[in-house]
C-alpha cells in the first residue's frame, strides 16, 4: 500500500488571506455567526478533510483583529457545535499550556471527545504575547524564557494526561444491589505537585472515548519546543523557510521522538501549505494576485520592518530587501533573527521586491503553492515521498472557493492511491492512521 498522505483544513473564518473577508458581501457576521462556521465544517467533511483545526488565542481585541475578521467563539464551545453536524472529521482546539490550570483544559478537551464520539484534538499552545497578558490581568514580568516555558507546560501537559486516566470506564461499575457507582477502588488519582502546577484527585469523566485519549497537536521554532513537541505530541505543526529546512526538521524531530523511547513513525509532522487552485499556474497566481491588491501596502510595509527589524525608511516597495543591512543593523532577538533568515532567504531566492515579498509574506511563511489539481497533488506526493511530511496543514486562501476547489486536489490524490476514498474508521486517531493509545 502506497503512503497516505494526511490532510487538515486550517480553519480560517474567511480563510488564509488577509483581505479574504474582503470577498464576502456581508462580512459582518464572520467572528460570531456559528452556522457559518457548521457550513465550513460541512464542507471540509464533504472533501473528506482528515481534520479541521482552529488556532486561537485568549488575547484581547488586538490590532491584527482590526484589520481581518478572527474568529471570536471559544473553540471547544464551536467544535462541540460543529460536532453535532458532522460524523468522521477531526476537530483540534487550541488550548494554553501556561495560563489557568491543567484541570480546567483537561474536562473540556474529555468533554469535546465524548460529545463527538471520540474526534478530539488539542493542540498546545505555549503563547504568552502582551495583548494575552493583559486580557488575563498579567503583567509584563509573567514572561517565561524558553527553558522556563516549556517546563511549565510540560507540567500542564502531565497534569492533562495524569487526569484523562484518572476515570478508567471500568471504574464505573454501576452496580446497583451494593450502591456503588463508581468503584473508587478502580480510580487512579492523581497527586501531583511541580514547581508550577498541584493538582490532586479524578477527573468526573472518562478522558477516554472507547479506550483512546484526544490527539495532541504542537508546533514551535525553538530547539526547546521541539523537544517539548517530540516527547507529548502525536503530531508537529511547522512551517520552515524552504524544503531542506522542512527535511531537517522532518529528521530531528523524528530523531528526538526517538530518544525519548517511542517509534518516531507515531508522530507524525504536518508543515503548512497555502495552496491555490485554478484551471492553470498562471491563474491561480492571477487568483491571489487579485485580492493582493486589496491590502493596504503601507500598512503591510510597517509588519515586514518590525518583523525583521528594520526602520521602514530603509524598505522601498519598489527595490529589492535591504538584507546587507542585517550585517550593519545586528540583533539579539532569536525571533527576528529567524525571520531575517526566513523571509530574507525567501526574498533573495524569488529576486521579490518588497512589495512582492509582502505579499508573498501574507501566507505567514506556508509553503505557498499555485497550480492545478493534477500539479499540486504532484508536489504533495513528492513532498511526502521525500520527507518533508507525513501530511499537510491546509490553507484556503479565501473561503469557501478555496475548500471547494482544494477538494479536487483531493480527489487526484484518492486515485492515485495516496489518500482514502472514505472515512474508514469512527474515531480520528484511527482515520490518522496512529496506534492506539497507551493501556492505563
Not at 44 to 52: G, L, R, T, W, Y
Not at 133 to 138: H, I, N, S
Not at 328 to 338: L, N
Request: aromatic letters at 8%.
Amino acid at each position: 500500500m502506497k503512503k497516505q498522505i494526511r490532510l487538515n483544513l486550517i480553519f480560517h473564518t474567511s480563510g488564509r488571506h488577509d483581505a479574504g473577508w474582503k470577498t464576502f458581501e456581508d462580512p459582518t457576521g464572520l467572528v460570531d455567526d456559528i452556522d457559518h462556521q457548521i457550513a465550513y465544517a460541512k464542507l471540509a467533511e464533504e472533501a473528506k478533510f482528515d481534520a479541521i483545526f482552529l488556532p486561537d488565542t485568549p488575547a484581547a481585541l488586538g490590532k491584527s483583529f482590526l484589520r481581518k475578521p478572527r474568529r471570536g467563539l471559544d473553540p471547544v464551545v464551536t467544535l462541540a457545535a460543529i460536532a453535532m453536524h458532522t460524523k468522521h472529521l477531526g476537530l483540534i482546539s487550541t488550548a494554553q499550556s501556561l495560563q489557568g490550570h491543567p484541570y480546567l483544559v483537561a474536562r473540556a478537551m474529555a468533554t469535546l471527545h465524548h460529545v463527538s464520539k471520540g474526534r478530539a484534538g488539542w493542540n498546545i499552545v505555549t503563547s504568552q504575547d502582551d495583548y494575552m497578558l493583559d486580557a488575563l490581568g498579567l503583567s509584563a514580568d509573567a514572561k517565561l524564557d524558553r527553558e522556563e516555558r516549556y517546563a511549565k507546560a510540560s507540567e500542564f501537559v502531565e497534569i492533562v494526561t495524569a487526569l484523562w486516566d484518572s476515570l478508567p470506564k471500568s471504574a464505573i461499575v454501576a452496580d446497583k444491589e451494593n450502591d456503588v457507582y463508581i468503584d473508587p477502588a478502580l480510580t487512579h488519582p492523581i497527586d501531583y505537585e511541580g514547581k508550577y502546577f498541584k493538582s490532586k484527585g479524578v477527573l468526573q469523566l472518562t478522558g477516554r472515548y472507547e479506550g483512546e485519549r484526544p490527539l495532541m497537536f504542537q508546533a514551535g521554532i525553538s530547539p526547546e519546543s521541539r523537544k517539548f513537541g517530540s516527547k507529548y505530541a502525536d503530531v508537529l505543526f511547522t512551517s520552515q523557510p524552504n524544503l531542506d529546512k522542512d527535511r531537517a526538521f522532518y529528521a530531528e524531530v523524528k530523531g528526538y521522538a526517538e530518544g525519548y523511547g517511542r517509534n518516531p513513525d507515531h508522530l507524525l509532522v504536518c508543515p503548512g501549505l497555502y495552496a491555490v487552485v485554478a484551471e492553470s499556474d498562471a491563474k491561480a497566481r492571477a487568483l491571489k494576485a487579485e485580492i493582493d491588491e486589496m491590502m493596504d501596502l503601507n500598512f503591510l510595509i510597517l509588519q515586514l520592518a518590525g518583523q525583521v527589524g528594520l526602520p521602514i525608511e530603509e524598505l522601498d516597495p519598489n527595490k529589492p530587501l535591504p538584507v546587507e543591512l542585517f550585517d550593519k543593523i545586528p540583533t539579539d532577538d532569536s525571533v527576528i533573527q529567524y525571520r531575517r533568515d526566513d523571509i530574507g532567504g525567501v526574498s533573495q531566492a524569488n529576486g521579490f521586491t518588497v512589495k512582492q515579498l509582502v505579499h508573498h509574506n501574507l501566507t505567514r511563511g506556508q509553503r505557498t503553492i499555485f497550480g492545478t489539481p493534477e500539479q499540486i497533488a504532484d508536489i504533495i506526493e513528492d513532498w511526502s515521498d521525500t520527507n518533508v511530511g507525513d501530511g499537510f496543514n491546509v490553507n484556503a486562501h479565501v473561503q469557501p472557493l478555496g475548500v471547494e476547489r482544494f477538494k479536487d486536489v483531493i480527489t487526484e490524490l484518492q486515485n492515485r492511491g495516496r489518500y482514502r476514498k472514505e472515512y474508514a474508521h469512527a474515531s480520528f486517531r484511527e482515520n490518522y492512521g496512529l496506534p492506539a493509545s497507551p493501556k492505563v
